[in-house]
RNA sequence: GUCCCCUUCGUCUAGCCCGGCCCAGGACACCGCCCUUUCACGGCGGCGACACCGGUUCAAAUCCGGUAGGGGACGCCA
């Protein structure tokens, strides 16, 4: 049995989004799970609209996401004298021809036939064209069957089948001699000995034509699978205003790659009622004839509840590596205060990004500049005073190094002055982080070492 | 307009191929309660769907037909 060949092969002309990803996503499963040989081929044939930046970010996505192919980058422009050979070959067994029609007339014709409802397809006026004008431009166009049907089996649809008089006779290769995608994908899956041809449903329409290139080139069909789009809020496809589609901006937000690839995963594939998976379970379980057949609506917070799963469960040192540009953004630099592996600890249960965790995570670095005294406000400022002071001498004269011990420390305190815990409690937490939202009291001062809580204690009473 | 595809809670989905276990299960979100020194986490519970109409059948979310709605394609873009 030969191992299965997929690919994935986005055009550069612009940054890798979450359709692309997931499309990359389901290809690099499909080969991780079978053994096979994952692909990756840059379809540059559009000269005018291709950038190396956009093959950078691609890369970057891909590489962010953990993404990795086997073979490749493979550019299709490399490939240019190939697709000429293949072109003239089929001009020479007259399975192509030569058309003259101008782009202008073309376009006439189309908008009219719109307009008249019917279908806009090329009339082939140069079809049985006997003469060539020997300095005019002209396209190349395949000779397509006008009777019959083309179908084939969908691996997530099923059997699709087409009319051929619904196909025209596409253009192979433009006025200025470069070939045209459907053209171009066939001769390199055929080539690169693909497979199974797994990319977005929007593609579904040029299959039929790709399977009358194959056979008209005597290329083996590959199979095909047509995974379901990517809708936003409204039901239309995914697009920038829907907000974010780039890969590379849910990092920048602060998501996990784990995050998004899992959550990715899940949109329009299912293994039963999981929801969780590892990369290795994601392998382990997937399966092409799992995949759903309708488009599926991006839903924001599902992602933000698996990005809140990862940040809880992941290592807090990996974290901690992590969170360092977001905190260097917010002008922190880690060395300067506690640990962060320990202080990043303290509030996995509670950020759902990288953001929300720098934000939380700035006061064990900096003391804070003001706080909230509306809260302070109400559990008496005269009172405060001996509070503070009492927690002070408290934490002074009894020994205590984990956050549990600190935590009897306040109950004990409590206990001897008849005070209740949240009347302590919650003065200390806007002493030691500004606000009343933070880690528990015993957490935040093991992070932050008695010292340091001293001095913070200290301050405020100054400031009372 | 024409062709292709799709249609289970607001959203992601299980179930559908091989009808009965489904007066439809899970997850996100939302609401309530519990836990609790804050915020969270967590636990428990609630809300909430088989697009519609016909047919087949003892029995249909599951099979068949039609209707409606949605998406996609119709490019010398990919």
Redesign the pocket.
Known sequence: MSSIRVRFAP?PTGYLHVGGARTALFNWLMARKQGGTFILRI?D??VE?STQESVDAILQGMEWLGLDWDEGPYYQSANFPLYKEHVQGLIDSGKAYKCY???GE?EAK?DLA?KE?????YDGTCRQRADQPPND?F?VRFRAPQSGVTSFDDLV??T????NE?LDDL?IQ???GTP???FCVVIDDAIMDITTVIRG??????TPRQVQLYEALGFPVPQFAHVP?I?GAD???LSKRHGATSVIAYRDMGFLPEALMNYLV???W?H??D?IFTREEMIQKFDIA?V??????F?P??L??LN?HYI?TGDPERLAKLLIPFLKERGIDPKQGPDLAAAVRTLQ??ARTMIEMADAIKFYYHPPAAYDEAALAKFGKDHLGAVYQAVSDKLVSTPASTAAEY?SV?KDLCTEQGWK??QV??PV?IALSGG???????EIIVVLGKEETLQRLAAIIRKL
């Open positions: 055009s379809e044939t559009d609209r029609c101008s782009a073309l189309r719109m409802g019917r279908k806009p397809k431009p396209v649809k099923g699709i089948t087409f009319p619904e253009i433009r006025t200025d045209t995608y459907n449903d929007d593609h579904v329409n040029n789009m809708l039901k239309t496809r899940r949109l329009g299912s039963g009622d929801e799992n759903g057949r309708s488009a599926s609506v839903n917070d599902k933000l509840w809140a809880k249960e509670r935590d306040f815990m949240p409690g919650q937490r009343t939202q933070a880690p528990g009291i015993g």
